[in-house]
């Protein structure tokens, strides 16, 4: 057995093995066993066409992702568009979903957690020292469910 660099001892066969792994890695001059990538096909990139839509389509789009005024369009990017009157166009052209829009996601999100912890609330309240309830949070939820 020999002793290698790392300090650890090492059989014939399995240092025959490292130098055959060794030999195989080695670049030869032989030609490549995979196609590189310079044997690709060609490609031409195709010019994409866009549509102007009119100012009615575009305020209806931006609508429905919440956008009720200029102040609205917060041209924040976050859907890949440079501006939210773009995004209405690709919303128009087919090319976006509502869902690609930060603020409109956001809101949806936003609604749907309240709705849940409405649904998911816990009553609330103080009582007095013969348990009768003084005061509670959200009365019409907790009354309805201290009915039996």
Known sequence: MREWPQGRAQSVDSRDADLKVLQYAQPTDQAPRVASLAQTLPYTAAPVRRSESSE????????????YSTEDELNCGGCGYESCRDFANALIARN???????????????????????????????????????ELQRKTFCASSLKM
């Open 96 to 134: 976006a979903e509502r869902m690609m829009c930060a603020t409109y996601t956001r809101k949806l999100a936003q609604k749907k957690a309240n709705a849940t912890a409405q649904k998911n609330a816990v009553c609330r309240g103080n009582v007095d020292e013969q348990l009768k309830i003084i």
């Open 56 to 67: 009615i389509q575009i305020t209806e789009a931006l609508r429905s992702v919440g956008k």
